[in-house]
């Protein structure tokens, strides 16, 4: 079947959208021509990503917090259409009229958003925010329990009752964590970690000096330096801010990203779930040219949750986020209760897993005791009954074990994609470059890290993030490692596979095996090569410490 060809310019309502406003000419297109097997072409210009004409849809978005989104280009149910930028711009937008509120007020708008659709490529094209969900500013005096910074935003800034707000284009937000970082590449200024050392949870109070200067009190385990940058980071009272990832991928295969850059999102800038067979191509998310930004996404880089198929990653870039390079993950769900000898009920561990799929009728599932991850059984899924968001009841084909209850988890095993990242720049991501987690195949060759934390980590939780994931074939080669791990809060060696068990006594095999690293270069990396437990057949050979960095990726 032959391409039709499309300019969105060509559906735009000058009468009654607003100027250059995409999303208002992408709904016209999608209510006017099937979208299938057709080429959208954005003929290189800056488009407007406003949320005045957004469709609205309920995006239980793993890992992030999910609910009502507004929809940019919202390509839904749809076979073979290609988004051509052809070099243009997306600039996403906040709420447009009415009174200024708390973030929870507003629904805010995700840039891209693929569901139950195939054959889908999107290509030569940049996301921003007009508003960016994270500010910075230069570090004028340091105190012993305080320091003073000069205020860089392109927002609208105050305080109020010892909190520094910022107004993002009529949605206020309260910054909630720091970081520091080193002026020109925005890498973490070492040993600083979330909070200057202070960990996750932390409040500063605030003080306004003047109309450019803040003072931030409070407790200082690693003092920043006169000179680098605080980064702030921003979410509402009663979220994880992570509301708005740039490009969203669900129930959907065989999807293309090529020559994507996205400068920022608050959230992740891909995120995909419950997917097969995606293939991104040279997207490099990192601060937009001349922006004298540090940050770009408020979250991971390339998030991948409950895939299968195949997931590749060429020449692509991640730099500068504030979470991993790349996490790839299935998902553990907890048993509540037992109700016979064939149906469990079980819940979404985490909050951010709520909503997302569990597993299908006619999957095989592994069902691991909690505390040291052992698998105690393998079964198929007769039915599964979704009681809420958070909860469901699965019948399974066989009889369960008489152990099996209260202290168990549930995996999907048809969800455990191949992995492929070749020729990729991991760099100065907070913490880590890639988390990853999966029972297919895993090839990572000639790529490059350069993060504050471990290179690469891969574990297996299922009782704090929910994380599942068993390693049965993984290859690590031809790698550079540069000054990995300087904040060794976040890991002391460049490579860690460290599952978390926590009663190990009872385990009696590997939770991960078949784990090659092999003619990689370590430069500069503060502690060991790897940290390792719980694996079984793990090849080192031919790997090269030095103390002194031979190069670096720019």
Same mark, same amino acid.
């Given at each position: 079947?032959?391409?039709?060809?499309?300019?969105?310019?060509?559906?735009?309502?000058?009468?009654?959208?607003?100027?250059?406003?995409?999303?208002?000419?992408?709904?016209?297109?999608?209510?006017?021509?099937?979208?299938?097997?057709?080429?959208?072409?954005?003929?290189?210009?800056?488009?407007?990503?406003? #949320?005045?004409?957004?469709?609205?849809?309920?995006?239980?978005?793993?890992?992030?917090?999910?609910?009502?989104?507004?929809?940019?280009?919202?390509?839904?149910?749809?076979?073979?259409?290609?988004?051509?930028?052809?070099?243009?711009?997306?600039?996403?937008?906040?709420?447009?009229?009415?009174?200024?509120?708390?973030?929870?007020?507003?629904?805010?708008?995700?840039?891209?958003?693929?569901? &139950?659709?195939?054959?889908?490529?999107?290509?030569?094209?940049?996301?921003?925010?007009?508003?960016?969900?994270?500010?910075?500013?230069? %570090?004028?005096?340091?105190?012993?329990?305080?320091?003073? $910074?000069?205020?860089?935003?392109?927002?609208?800034?105050?305080?109020?009752?010892?909190?520094?707000?910022?107004?993002?284009?009529?949605?206020?937000?309260?910054?909630?964590?720091?970081?520091?970082?080193?002026?020109?590449?925005?890498?973490?200024?070492?040993?600083?970690?979330?909070?200057?050392?202070?960990?996750?949870?932390? +409040?500063?109070?605030?003080?306004?000096?003047?109309?450019?200067?803040?003072?931030?009190?409070?407790?200082?385990?690693?003092?920043?330096?006169?000179?680098?940058?605080?980064?702030?980071?921003?979410?509402?009272?009663?979220?994880?801010?992570?509301?708005?990832?740039? %490009?969203?991928?669900?129930?959907?295969?065989? %999807?293309?990203?090529?020559?994507?850059?996205?400068?920022?999102?608050?959230?992740?800038?891909?995120?995909?779930?419950?997917?097969?067979?995606?293939?991104?191509? &040279?997207?490099?998310?990192?601060?937009?040219?001349?922006?004298?930004?540090?940050?770009?996404?408020?979250?991971?880089?390339?998030?991948?949750?409950?895939?299968?198929?195949?997931?590749?990653?060429? +020449?692509?870039?991640?730099?500068?986020?504030?979470?991993?390079?790349?996490?790839?993950?299935?998902?553990?769900?907890?048993?509540?209760?037992?109700?016979?000898?064939? #149906?469990?009920?079980?819940?979404?561990?985490?909050?951010?897993?709520?909503?997302?799929?569990?597993?299908?009728?006619?999957? #095989?599932?592994? %069902?691991?005791?909690?505390?040291?991850? =052992?698998?105690?059984? #393998? /079964?198929?899924?007769? =039915?599964?009954?979704?009681?809420?968001?958070?909860?469901?009841?699965?019948?399974?084909?066989?009889?369960?074990?008489?152990?099996?209850?209260?202290?168990?988890?549930?995996?999907?095993?048809?969800?455990?994609?191949?992995?492929?990242?070749?020729?990729?720049?991991?760099?100065?991501?907070?913490?880590?470059?890639?988390?990853?987690?999966?029972?297919?195949?895993?090839?990572?060759?000639?790529?490059?890290?350069?993060?504050?934390?471990?290179?690469?980590?891969?574990?297996?939780?299922?009782?704090?993030?929910?994380?599942?994931?068993?390693?049965?074939?993984?290859? $690590?080669?031809?790698?550079?490692?540069?000054?990995?791990?300087?904040?060794?809060?976040?890991?002391?060696?460049?490579?860690?596979?460290?599952?978390?068990?926590?009663?190990?006594?009872?385990?009696?095999?590997?939770?991960?095996?078949?784990?090659?690293?092999?003619?990689?270069?370590?430069?500069?990396?503060?502690?060991?090569?790897?940290?390792?437990?719980?694996?079984? /057949?793990?090849?080192?050979?031919? &790997?090269?410490?030095?103390?002194?960095?031979?190069?670096?990726?720019?």
């Amino acid at each position: 079947m032959s391409t039709k060809q499309y300019l969105l310019r060509d559906f735009q309502n000058t009468s009654r959208d607003l100027k250059d406003d995409a999303v208002a000419a992408f709904r016209h297109f999608r209510e006017g021509i099937s979208p299938d097997n057709a080429n959208v072409k954005l003929s290189g210009k800056t488009w407007q990503l406003y #949320t005045e004409a957004a469709e609205e849809r309920t995006l239980w978005m793993s890992n992030n917090d999910g609910g009502v989104a507004k929809c940019g280009f919202l390509i839904e149910n749809a076979d073979g259409l290609t988004l051509d930028g052809e070099g243009a711009m997306l600039v996403t937008r906040g709420p447009q009229g009415g009174v200024a509120g708390l973030m929870i007020a507003h629904t805010l708008l995700v840039p891209i958003v693929i569901r &139950n659709s195939r054959n889908i490529i999107i290509r030569n094209l940049a996301i921003d925010w007009h508003k960016p969900f994270m500010a910075q500013g230069r %570090i004028v005096a340091v105190a012993a329990n305080s320091i003073d $910074v000069e205020v860089e935003s392109e927002s609208r800034w105050w305080v109020w009752n010892g909190y520094l707000f910022f107004d993002l284009e009529g949605v206020r937000v309260p910054m909630q964590r720091i970081v520091a970082v080193e002026p020109g590449t925005g890498a973490l200024a070492p040993k600083t970690c979330d909070n200057l050392g202070n960990g996750w949870e932390m +409040n500063w109070f605030v003080t306004k000096l003047d109309d450019k200067r803040v003072r931030l009190q409070g407790p200082m385990p690693e003092p920043p330096k006169v000179g680098q940058y605080i980064l702030f980071w921003m979410a509402g009272f009663d979220t994880a801010g992570r509301q708005s990832s740039a %490009i969203f991928i669900e129930n959907s295969e065989n %999807i293309r990203l090529e020559n994507v850059s996205i400068h920022h999102a608050w959230g992740m800038g891909v995120l995909a779930q419950l997917s097969r067979n995606l293939h991104l191509d &040279n997207v490099k998310i990192e601060p937009r040219p001349g922006s004298g930004r540090f940050f770009s996404t408020t979250a991971d880089a390339t998030h991948f949750s409950g895939c299968g198929g195949s997931i590749t990653l060429t +020449n692509c870039v991640f730099k500068n986020q504030m979470d991993d390079g790349l996490n790839c993950h299935g998902n553990y769900a907890e048993v509540l209760r037992r109700f016979d000898d064939h #149906t469990l009920r079980v819940k979404r561990g985490h909050s951010q897993q709520r909503g997302v799929e569990i597993t299908r009728a006619g999957n #095989t599932c592994e %069902i691991v005791r909690q505390s040291d991850l =052992t698998i105690v059984d #393998t /079964n198929r899924v007769a =039915t599964i009954t979704d009681l809420n968001s958070e909860t469901a009841d699965i019948t399974f084909e066989k009889p369960l074990p008489a152990e099996i209850g209260v202290g168990y988890a549930v995996e999907d095993m048809e969800f455990q994609p191949n992995l492929t990242i070749e020729n990729c720049v991991f760099k100065h991501s907070k913490p880590r470059g890639a988390l990853i987690m999966t029972a297919g195949k895993v090839r990572v060759r000639r790529c490059y890290f350069e993060t504050p934390g471990p290179g690469i980590k891969v574990i297996g939780c299922a009782d704090r993030v929910y994380e599942s994931g068993h390693i049965r074939d993984m290859v $690590v080669e031809e790698c550079q490692f540069v000054e990995c791990c300087q904040s060794p809060q976040w890991g002391l060696t460049s490579l860690v596979v460290a599952p978390e068990i926590h009663n190990n006594q009872t385990r009696t095999d590997a939770f991960h095996r078949n784990i090659t690293i092999r003619n990689n270069v370590f430069e500069n990396c503060a502690g060991g090569m790897i940290e390792y437990r719980s694996v079984d /057949n793990l090849v080192l050979e031919n &790997n090269r410490e030095c103390a002194k960095s031979e190069s670096v990726k720019d």
